[in-house]
T-cell receptor
Framework: AQSVTQLGSHVSVSEGALVLLRCNYSSSVPPYLFWYVQYPNQGLQLLLKYTTGATLVKGINGFEAEFKKSETSFHLTKPSAHMSDAAEYFC????????FGTGTSLTVIP | DTGVSQDPRHKITKRGQNVTFRCDPISEHNRLYWYRQTLGQGPEFLTY????????KSRLLSDRFSAERPKGSFSTLEIQRTEQGDSAMYLC???????????????FGSGTRLTVV
């Protein structure tokens, strides 16, 4: 069975500070991994994805994530937080259907 | 490409009433997925279609929930005899096949927010 666990349901950072959102996965096969962002009362928007190949993947809005097989992790980072980054972030693992984590709410403090 | 459309955006209903939501996927996408999202939680998979075939429905929450995609284009999700616990955001997503889903992810609609009073 495939699943993801997001550590930390709420993360607060100051504007300009590093953003680190944690995701660990469980998969019996090489995983396809995704990060999505959700703004209030909206659907989910794809930030970035890992399929195969390069373990450091870059996405939209300056976000990136690194696939670490040895740690079964796929943490999301951004070097410098912006106010517009405040949103809910979801990690997901692919397959016949995607399974999502419980989400991390990011607050950016001015 | 007009994206995934869901209708209505908001629905308020009385307990015990039936409700139906509609999802129009991206036109060339043959796979369509329904998820439920409750407050503070991640999307929870309900069911999916490949064309008109419903390939997985064991995750539908109860026999009060049903979904159709009769012509392999739009889909409807019906909840019969609604309960207050059904209050949630219902999300629809689509993809062009299994491989493209893994490579490109799903495209989500904006969701239908259901409130049962």
């Amino acid at each position: 069975a495939q699943s993801v666990t997001q550590l930390g349901s709420h993360v607060s950072v100051s504007e300009g500070a590093l953003v680190l959102l944690r995701c660990n996965y469980s998969s019996s096969v090489p995983p396809y991994l995704f990060w999505y962002v959700q703004y209030p009362n909206q659907g989910l928007q794809l930030l970035l994805k890992y399929t195969t190949g390069a373990t450091l993947v870059k996405g939209i809005n300056g976000f990136e994530a690194e696939f670490k097989k040895s740690e079964t992790s796929f943490h999301l980072t951004k070097p410098s937080a912006h106010m517009s980054d405040a949103a809910e972030y979801f990690c997901a693992v692919g397959g016949n259907q995607f399974y999502f984590g419980t989400g991390t709410s990011l607050t950016v403090i001015p | 490409d007009t994206g995934v459309s869901q209708d209505p955006r908001h629905k308020i209903t009385k307990r015990g009433q039936n409700v139906t939501f509609r999802c129009d996927p991206i036109s060339e996408h043959n796979r369509l997925y329904w998820y439920r999202q409750t407050l503070g939680q991640g999307p929870e998979f309900l069911t999916y279609f490949q064309n008109e075939a419903q390939l997985e429905k064991s995750r539908l929450l109860s026999d009060r929930f049903s979904a159709e995609r009769p012509k392999g284009s739009f889909s409807t999700l019906e909840i019969q005899r609604t309960e207050q616990g059904d209050s949630a955001m219902y999300l629809c997503a689509s993809s062009l096949g299994w491989i493209r889903a893994q490579v490109s992810g799903y495209t989500f609609g904006s969701g239908t927010r259901l409130t049962v009073v």
